[in-house]
T-cell receptor, first 113, second 114 residues
Framework: EAGVTQSPTHLIKTRGQQATLRCSPI?????VYWYQQALGLGLQFLLW???????NRGNFPPRFSGRQFPNYSSELNVNALELEDSALYLC????????????FGQGTRLTVV | AQTVTQSQPEMSVQEAETVTLSCTYD???????LFWYKQPPSRQMILVIR??????QNATENRFSVNFQKAAKSFSLKISDSQLGDAAMYFC???????????FGKGITLSVRP
């Protein structure tokens, strides 16, 4: 069974540009979560999507947005990139709620120069 | 709001020995779940062990076990018979039924000495 897949693996952007990160959940999982892992800050919750709708949002500015498609895959968009957006972005999927086991992808390393 | 605190940034253990990683948490919810995740250099987060707060019995998964002290809001991970492959960053995390998101601690880097 395929795990959670994220693309691209690495992404380099310049300040002010937009970045789009993609995530495909495990088959049968309807919930997708996005986390930012910046150096020294641990994992910070970004967004939770379930059944195509945004269910919860972390303490991030509106330039962080996303969506979930009918096949439950998801995109994370970061507009007007800033240097401090450089981080590892992790996607996780689970069956409906996080209290069951959540499976993580290998992440997208975003570097803003 | 939930908070998870891992106060030790690094630990080291001799191969085949036992090590305990500490974690404390705070939540106002009565229904919550606690987790330990492992993140090796490959970056993939892997669930090590999970504990439901309503269960008094400590969770165990092979060489991994937890010491769940609900009153003290403490959730430590014990790794027995440490192996070189256990070297990784370990994150303690909590979630509640209400908002479902995982709240993570800052992690601890575990090294295993051969």
């Amino acid at each position: 069974e395929a795990g959670v897949t994220q693309s691209p693996t690495h992404l380099i952007k310049t300040r002010g540009q937009q970045a789009t990160l993609r995530c495909s959940p495990i088959s049968g999982h309807t919930s997708v979560y996005w986390y930012q892992q910046a150096l020294g800050l641990g994992l910070q919750f970004l967004l939770w999507y379930d059944e195509g709708e945004e269910r919860n949002r972390g303490n991030f500015p509106p330039r962080f947005s996303g969506r979930q498609f009918p096949n439950y895959s998801s995109e994370l968009n970061v507009n007007a990139l800033e240097l401090e957006d450089s981080a590892l972005y992790l996607c996780a999927s689970s069956i409906r709620v996080m209290n069951t086991e959540a499976f993580f992808g290998q992440g997208t390393r975003l570097t803003v120069v | 709001a939930q908070t998870v605190t891992q106060s030790q940034p690094e630990m080291s253990v001799q191969e085949a020995e036992t090590v305990t990683l500490s974690c404390t948490y705070d939540t106002s919810e009565s229904d919550y779940y606690l987790f330990w995740y492992k993140q090796p250099p490959s970056r993939q987060m892997i669930l090590v062990i999970r504990q439901e707060a309503y269960k008094q019995q400590n969770a165990t998964e092979n060489r991994f076990s937890v010491n769940f002290q609900k009153a003290a809001k403490s959730f430590s991970l014990k790794i027995s018979d440490s192996q070189l492959g256990d070297a990784a960053m370990y994150f303690c995390a909590s979630s509640t039924g209400a908002n479902s998101k995982l709240t993570f601690g800052k992690g601890i880097t575990l090294s295993v000495r051969p």
